[in-house]
């Protein structure tokens, strides 16, 4: 901004060391403004008169001028409800046609849409490789012109945004407001009923860089909006007013006038605006939480899919304790509570529907009346089918020690109650959750190594059925008159029954999608 011109006749140095002179300070304060007032006439305006205190219709002519010159874009700046609408202007100005497509393939829309025909891997490299090429043509001196550009742009609203209206109608009661073939009527009026209206003017006016040149701010709304709100000269000749007025300190001398302060001075916020990095984080946001979304909805629908193949009769046992229904003391108080209760569910339901039933009467046959080779050979299978018994009953027992009249159960509902307004009481709460979850979690990965064990056997001793040199069970042919359903046909089936709850297992404790 340029250099304020000092105002003839005392000083700012010598007005001030005069307000605290022991001697007749009200006095010398009256001689302050009355050289004010003379340093004002000089500027060749009259905005203010002395004597009467009052406001001049010269003044509301000044802003009403203003105001015939901005109306247009006053209309724009207010009609557009997206704050973020001008800031998307700037940054596309500089933004390359390649930039302007990859950004277009980032949006949410645009990725959920690849998504139905794009494996998630191949997806989510493609949309990252995307991400990284539009990042990185934002270098230093881009985000930097970007920035300075946006800086313009918002003092220009917050100028073009000033309600002129507002204070004109204190000169006009008849003013209407964008109504710029109206010829109003102004009168004098107190000038007090005006100055906070002058000081936030000046406070926004003075923030602009009025040297400056702003045909590319101007070049930008027409670019998008295919129209010009202010004519680029009609802009010229008010700046320069303006710079005019602002050396000249005219409108600070008003208000040292009307408020009685001769040492008052219009304070600037200088504020240099930072807009790229808020948008590229956005966007960073935006594909992490799509992708996230989309890997979410294939996990679900993949798990919808497994269930309905697993449990063909859609009947899923739910355990009474580690439940959703358990779990609404903990939501109530914003407490994640049990999280594995739907893979738990599951497992019980496996184990009792099918490990107790189809697996343990193919166990029951090869691991009892199957005649091995070694021992050595069967301990795998044999091991892993009994642990999966024994977890069937550890989760009855883990989600009976839950019930209200248990130890665990009671100290849980104890705390639940205290949780509302103790923070210890969330804690330990979290901590005995923490413990629940990881027996839960134990439980659920151990059954999912058993049944891979369980799996790969079966698909050995299917393969060792059809060989001629059994390696290892040799009585392949008395087993089949033992087993009331073909042998090979029922260790397919629960081979692939074991498949499906296995990738069912994978989809809550991890593994690929």
Known sequence: MAKKAKPSGQGLFERLLGLFMPSDAEAHKKRLLKNIYKDLSKAKVKFYKLNSGEATPQLAKFFFDIYKVIGPA??????????????????DYYMTDEQRTLAESLEEEAILERAKNTPFKELAQQVKSELAAYLNVFNVEKIT?????????SQLIAFCTFDYYFLLKKFDSGMQEQNFSYTPNF??????????????????AWAMPLEDDWTEVFKVLKEHRNVQPI???????LTALLRRYRDKTVLEMTIQLISKDPTYQTVIAAKQEHIIDDKLDKMRKTVDTTLQKVQSERKNSQIDELVQNIFSSGSIMKLKNYSDEGNKGF???????FTLCAPMDYLKSFLLDYVKGNLREFADLVLVRGQWVSSVLAAPMSEAYHELM?????????DASLDSDKEMGQKIKGYLVRAERDPEARNILKSLTKDINEKAHNMLSTSTRDLIIIGKNIKNLLEDMERKNHEMIINWAELTHFAENPIKEQGVDIYKKIYLFVNLMKCFLGGED
């Open 331 to 337: 939501e109530k108080r914003n407490l994640s509570g």
């Open 187 to 204: 009168e004098m009026i107190r000038a007090e009923y005006i100055l906070e209206d002058l000081k936030d003017f000046t406070a926004v």
């Open 390 to 398: 024994n977890i069937s009953n550890q989760i009855t027992e883990f």
């Open 74 to 91: 006053q209309l724009i700046f207010k009609n557009t409800p997206n704050p973020n609408a001008f800031k998307n202007m700037v940054i």
């Open 231 to 237: 004519a680029q000269n009609t802009w010229n000749k």
């Open 145 to 153: 012109k970007i920035d300075m550009l946006y800086t313009k742009m």
